[in-house]
């Protein structure tokens, strides 16, 4: 492993920033420090070594656990230090919930030849995998007991179902079932039968832990859209720029007729100009920009009330070069001679194109 000092100067992967933020958001409010038991798988134990480390820096006595072919360590919860034992241990620690986290890495060996006295026919156990489908499917016919219900919620934002179920014990109230170390000391209490309506009181607190557990699953969904919206406001800011500076120049008499010629023309004008100032201010982009003006980008936008357009105020040299780029690349795709392509339908031509972008999505 590498010394602290180096170690601790490499970046974190993104990867590992995800995982980071997922594990922060099943903190368990009630008991500090803690957060809701997860297991997670990796192949090579370099990779564990890193996960394990990372987790530990992060908060020292978070209680995280090992499980490989080396053995297992576990996180003493007086000292924050790792102790070496016998995987078994580490299994039972997690079973009496003393393990929060458990790192545990896998052979691909295991699954790519399979094991001499089950077969070769190994599956991964996941959603999607035909046999792993279809054993899901046939559980779905046996009926649980009458003092057991099944309970679903949506979590905020998502299109999957969050699963718990309510459960009678013997001698003691319902119970709000969500993992298996509820279960380590439930007797089930099989004369009751309960109905949906035992059920409801549950269905907001299932719901309460569906959202706490995907808020950063949902908020990555918003954040992925805030994003896409933002390339379509640039790529059309980028066309609606172009459109503006040679629009102002047809309104003072010098643009040329000619789209290339007009083109050669404003790129070095925006040298001129840039030699003697920072920017340049461009007015009459499009009015359409309007359904992307409260998106993010790196350019000040304003509205203008009077012909209702936009303006940019003091746009930047890597704006003006991508507008003039863009509208190249409309040129270049029509099929018109470049000596008889003018300028008046090219500026259409990048309208439409502009409002194309702008209805994607």
């Known amino acids: ?13 993104s990867k590992t920033q995800v995982l980071l933020g997922y594990v922060e958001s099943r903190r368990d409010q009630t008991r500090p420090g803690r957060v809701a038991q997860m297991v997670i798988f990796t192949q090579f134990w370099d990779t564990l070594e890193d996960l394990v480390r990372r987790l530990r820096q992060a908060e020292s006595k978070l209680l995280v656990g090992t ?16 102790v070496g034992t016998e995987r078994d241990e580490i299994k039972q620690r997690f079973l009496r919930g003393e393990i929060d986290i458990l790192a545990l890495t896998i052979d691909r060996t295991i699954y790519d030849d399979g094991v001499a006295s089950l077969g070769p026919q190994l599956r991964f156990a996941t959603y999607g995998e035909p046999v792993f489908d279809a054993i899901l499917a046939l559980s779905e016919d046996w ?68 959202d706490a557990e995907y808020r950063l699953t949902g908020h990555v969904m ?59 201010s461009v007015d009459r982009v499009p009015v359409i920009y309007e359904q992307v003006a409260t998106a993010f980008v790196p350019f000040d936008v304003k509205r203008k009330i009077s012909d209702e357009s936009f303006w940019v105020d003091n746009a930047p040299p890597p704006l003006l070069n991508a507008a003039l780029d863009a509208a190249a690349r409309v040129g270049d795709g029509i099929k018109k001679k470049k000596s008889a392509l003018s300028t008046d339908f090219v500026l259409s031509k990048i309208a439409t194109e502009m409002k194309r972008i702008l209805m994607t999505g």
């Not at 492993?1 to 992967?13: K, W």
């Not at 499980?67 to 790792?82: A, V």
């Not at 007797?187 to 309960?194: I, P």
Request: aromatic share 8%; proline share 4%; net charge negative.
């Open 222 to 280: 918003g954040v992925e859209s805030d994003n896409e919206r933002s390339g379509r406001a640039q790529a059309a800011l980028a066309l609606g720029t172009a459109f503006g500076f040679i629009k102002g120049r047809q309104k003072t008499g010098l643009a040329d007729e000619n789209f290339w010629k007009e083109l050669d023309a404003c790129r070095n004008r925006i040298a001129e100009r840039l030699t003697q100032v920072g920017g340049i």
């Open 67 to 82: 499980y490989s072919g080396r053995g297992g360590q576990y996180t003493d919860p007086h000292t924050g230090k790792l």
């Open 143 to 210: 009926p649980p007991p009458g003092c057991v219900r099944r309970i679903a919620v949506t979590p905020q934002g998502l299109d999957l179902q969050y699963v718990a179920f309510v459960a009678n014990d013997l001698g003691t109230e319902l119970h709000l079932i969500t993992d298996l170390a509820t279960l380590a000391a439930f007797d089930l209490d099989e004369t009751v039968t309960l109905s949906e309506a035992d059920t409801l009181p549950f269905i907001a607190q299932l719901q309460v832990l569906a």
């Open 1 to 13: 492993m590498l010394a602290g000092s180096l170690y601790d100067a490499m970046p974190v992967s």
